[in-house]
């Protein structure tokens, strides 16, 4: 017990130091010799201490989110980046951390690095943590209606980067269960974009773009009629994945399990009728279970619980991250 109340009192002493080093002004550290690549990694250090929901929380009352969320504005895109990765651990799953990011206008910096940060990597990383802070939480997702959110996502959807596309698609399906989301959605066309999207060339964008699609279409309110306007492109889409997926071979059949389910559930919702995949036996193959009800959650990919032990590991850098190399030793911090 004595063990690890010292290893806490450890921890909550790093955060502090790296809460010291945030607030330190960037020349002062440059005369130290700390660069961004250090701060990189000692942001990848306060990551592991937050996946903790206690260090979370704790985070703000040693004076750390600020300066965090002032990084998110930094000069460095690995910076902003890194940043907007430590927020949204700091906030899935944690009412209070999100209250608390939100108290602190931390969505504003995120929404604005979301829309137009020019290194595709830390917009993608925004768009994770705007994720993780409107997720369960009213306030967030007003101010993420007010912020224009939505034509932040629909300017994503068109990006031609694929990690982008899919968490974006991911925050569609979510923000899609809302009648007052569908309809904004509707407005300013992004069923289209998703009929169109449901014929990429990337697996994971397709099966998100199709699962957006099956939210707009179980909706059966007389003020979701025009959901859907374009049947006739849907179809066609449709048509064209049917083909695709007969003609896989069985490795390609196995790993495609959720976009067949979602085809032919989009097809019967639409049509009232089994979609031709039935017929062939390929939405259930021999030795799978069958399709649960309702089908697969695509969004909830994104929003699974983290591991937040103390100890969990973390997953190896992105190879196409803006840091360029693998995680170093943490940076020799400033003395008092």
């Not at 942001?43 to 750390?64: F, K, P, R, Y």
């Not at 989110?65 to 460095?76: A, F, Q, R, T």
């Not at 979701?224 to 049947?231: G, M, R, T, V």
């Not at 083909?243 to 097809?267: F, H, N, P, T, Y």
Request: some cysteine; aromatic content about 2%; glycine content about 8%.
């Amino acid at each position: 017990m004595e063990a690890m109340r010292a290893n806490t009192i450890d921890v909550v002493g790093r955060m502090k130091e790296i809460a010291q080093v945030m607030k330190t002004p960037d020349d002062v550290l440059q005369s130290h010799g700390v660069n961004p690549e250090n701060i990189e990694d000692m942001l990848d250090e306060l990551q592991e201490h937050v996946e903790s929901i206690d260090m979370a929380n704790d985070l703000h009352s040693i004076g750390g989110l600020d300066p965090l969320l002032g990084y998110l504005k930094n000069s460095h895109a690995g910076i902003r980046a890194k940043a907007a990765e430590v927020v949204s651990t700091v906030v899935q799953n944690n009412p209070k951390s999100q209250q608390l990011v939100m108290e602190s206008n931390g969505l504003e910096p995120l929404l604005t690095n979301f829309r137009s940060d020019p290194s595709t990597t830390a917009r993608t990383k925004a768009l994770g943590a705007i994720s993780s802070l409107i997720r369960n939480n009213q306030s967030g997702l007003a101010a993420f209606r007010l912020g224009n959110g939505h034509a932040a996502l629909k300017d994503a959807l068109g990006s031609d980067d694929a990690r982008l596309q899919r968490k974006a698609l991911h925050l569609t399906q979510y923000l899609l269960n809302n009648k007052a989301d569908r309809n904004v959605a509707a407005e300013i066309g992004l069923p289209n974009q998703l009929i169109h999207l449901a014929s990429s060339d990337d697996s994971g964008v397709r099966e998100a773009a199709l699962g957006g699609l099956l939210e707009l279409a179980r909706d059966k309110t007389p003020a979701a009629s025009n959901a859907l306007p374009d049947q006739d492109k849907l179809k066609d889409v449709l048509k064209s994945r049917i083909e695709g997926i007969s003609a896989m071979d069985a490795d390609d059949l196995q790993a495609a399990r959720e976009e067949r389910q979602l085809v032919d559930s989009l097809w019967k919702e639409c049509y009232g009728e089994p979609s031709s995949l039935r017929e062939k036996g390929l939405v259930v193959l021999p030795g799978e279970d069958g399709p649960q009800q309702p089908p697969p959650d695509v969004a909830g990919k994104m929003f699974e619980p983290p591991l937040r032990a103390w100890a969990a590991p973390r997953p190896a850098p992105a190879e196409d991250s803006d840091s360029g190399s693998g995680k170093k030793d943490p940076p020799l911090l400033l003395g008092p």
